[in-house]
């Protein structure tokens, strides 16, 4: 549908695409995603070629979600590189995709339900929560409308005049397990166990690991069953 209306030059930048339920949902790695009604499933048009929608795009559409939803009283965090965590529990993600030169981030939020530890991936997935179950009341259009309002509002008064040393330092203050152990899983050091430091100025993860800090640029991660010591 975003495709159709993208090419058909129907859907312009900020406009979005709300579904009430998908039946063929998709997570990172294109991993089926299970979509039932009451939840949101959307796409954002970006600007395309704006400050910091570039390689750092999904960072940058992260921490705007993390900033609205929590001037909405929903203290979420951002677990790198793509995912809104409430209470250590997944309740949202963000999907960047280029469709022939249009930008768009595609963004699920666990709104009423959640899917069971069953559907999850073994081992690796982030316990999933929603966000009727944390106590907010808000409707899917309620809560939508008002979380675009927001994001937008945030990139173009805040965002835009940011360097990426600030930028950083601003997502940094939402990034979920600063100073704990995590795994790397899918990357460069995987299975390697190492204490997250933060995120630098490139999106990249940067990890203590050994005794060096290293700078990790894809895979997923998880807390790591280790107990946690000082950095």
């Known amino acids: 549908m975003v495709r159709i209306l993208a090419r058909e030059g129907l859907l312009h930048e900020w406009d979005s695409v709300l579904a009430l339920s998908q039946s063929s949902g998709r997570g990172q790695l294109r991993r089926p995603w299970s979509s039932p009604s009451g939840n949101i499933y959307s796409a954002i048009r970006l600007p395309y070629g704006a400050p910091h929608l570039d390689d750092i795009a999904s960072l940058t559409v992260g921490y705007l979600l993390a900033e609205a939803l929590n001037a909405q009283g929903v203290r ?136 060096q800090e290293i700078a990790v640029h894809s895979g997923s991660i998880a807390l790591s069953s280790h107990t946690d010591l000082p950095i």
Not at 132 to 143: D, H, P
């Open 76 to 211: 979420v965090a951002l677990k790198w590189p793509n995912d809104l965590l409430l209470e250590n529990r997944k309740t949202g993600g963000v999907l960047l995709e280029d469709f022939g030169g249009a930008l768009f981030a595609g963004i699920g939020i666990n709104v009423v339900s959640s899917p069971p530890v069953s559907e999850l991936r073994d081992g690796w997935a982030v316990p999933a929560t929603n966000l009727r179950a944390e106590g907010c009341k808000l409707s899917v259009m309620t809560l939508w409308q008002t979380l675009v309002n927001r994001v937008r509002f945030c990139y173009e008064t805040q965002v835009v005049r940011c360097n990426r040393e600030e930028l950083t330092r601003r997502v940094q203050l939402h990034l979920a397990w600063v100073g704990r152990e995590i795994i790397i899983h899918g990357g460069d050091e995987e299975y390697r166990p190492g204490r997250l430091l933060g995120v630098n100025e490139n999106g990249a993860l940067r990890l203590l690991l050994s005794g």
